[in-house]
Structure formats: structure tokens, C-alpha cells
């Protein structure tokens, strides 16, 4: 596994000038790949970047969607971080599976799709109900273009119903939410180095 590496999207709707509890489970979850041997870097605030709207790979105009693009197509795990907006993923996670989406329709030069082979997982944080839902519908669409999702491939925190606690302004991680982010790690390192060895048929 010393070969593999992971890039992870926070997708926080605000930029880095603010703090972003999405972005410190991503890197919480990047910490536990590197645990397991993963080479990893900060995660991209995409708000960051001026990623335009649209399902092709470059929608030209300064958009900054082909340097993520990039990142994503030479890492071999991909993490998914997003809050929850009215128990859905933030806009920001929406247009990203929606940039994505343009790969089911791309091969690399094996004549394999270009994320066949790449292992998703999702982190999510919010203070109302929808883990569960945002959870599966970042799953599903990462799974359409070609990713794999491994065992427990996903991790989260959700505070009180309406409250004003965020996941950055705990003390200290939950054991259980740990324990569950430790173990999406785990498991997406096992089977990205499993499919870089044995690669899904051509």
C-alpha cells in the first residue's frame, strides 16, 4: 500500500478564510489513510476555486474544475467531505458529483473507464437529521462513474437537532465517530491497494 494516494474535496460552502468542520473531517479522515500508509495532502476547499456549473470535463473560461480533476485522476482514493444543508449535501458536493459525472463517458488509454479502480469515501457533518440520505446519495453517484465504495465506506457526525455546536468546536472527537472514521481508513486502503494489483477487466 506505500504506492497509494488519497485527495480529498471539502466541500464547505464557505472559503478558507473561514473555518470549515467539513474540512477538519476530511482531514481527520486523511490522517487515518495516513495511518495506513496513504500519502496524502490538505484537502481542496473547492469554494476556493472558481469551479463553474456543467457535466463536462473543462467548461472552458477560467474554470477551475480540470486542476481538481487532475488531482482526482492521479490519487487513487477520493474522500467526499460535505456538511448538510436541509438534510441534503451542500450545493457545493452537488456540483462536484455533477463535474464527475462527465468520467462515465471517459476511458483512460487501458480502455478502462478513468475512475475504474479509484475507492470513494464520504464524510459528513451537520447539526439536523440527513447523514444517513446525504451519505447514500454521494455513494450512488460516486459509484455511477466508476468508483468503489468500500465496507463502512463512510463517516459521520451530526450534532443536536438545531443546535449551534459544529463538529470543529468539539473538545474532542466522539470515540464512536473515530472509531468509524478509523475504520472507512482502513478499509479504503485495503481495497484500493487490492484494485491496484488486480484491475477491474478492460
Known amino acids: 500500500m506505500s504506492n497509494l494516494s488519497a485527495v480529498a474535496l471539502s466541500c464547505s460552502l464557505k472559503s478558507s478564510t473561514e473555518e470549515s468542520s467539513s474540512e477538519l473531517m476530511a482531514k481527520h479522515v486523511l490522517a487515518e489513510l495516513a495511518k495506513n500508509g496513504v500519502t496524502v495532502e490538505d484537502p481542496i476547499r473547492v469554494a476556493d476555486h472558481d469551479v463553474h456549473f456543467g457535466t463536462d470535463t473543462d467548461m472552458g473560461d477560467g474554470d477551475g474544475w480540470p486542476e481538481i ?25 452537488s456540483m462536484v458529483t455533477e463535474r464527475i459525472d462527465a468520467e462515465s463517458s471517459k476511458t483512460g488509454a487501458d480502455g478502462r473507464p ?81 484494485l491496484a494489483g488486480n484491475k477491474y477487466p478492460a
Open 69 to 93: 480533476r487532475e488531482k482526482i485522476l492521479a490519487a487513487d482514493i477520493l474522500v467526499l467531505s460535505t456538511p448538510i444543508w436541509m438534510g441534503h449535501p451542500a450545493s457545493v458536493a
Open 114 to 194: 478513468t475512475m475504474f479502480g479509484k475507492v470513494a469515501l464520504v464524510a459528513v457533518v451537520g447539526n439536523e437529521d440527513g447523514a444517513h440520505n446525504v451519505t447514500a446519495d454521494m455513494m450512488q453517484a460516486l459509484n455511477d462513474v466508476g468508483f468503489t465504495i468500500p465496507a463502512q465506506g463512510g463517516t459521520y457526525w451530526v450534532g443536536e437537532a438545531m443546535g449551534d455546536v459544529v463538529y470543529k468546536d468539539l473538545d474532542e472527537v466522539p470515540e464512536v465517530v473515530a472509531e468509524t472514521t478509523a475504520t472507512a481508513a482502513r478499509n479504503a486502503a485495503h481495497l484500493a491497494g487490492l
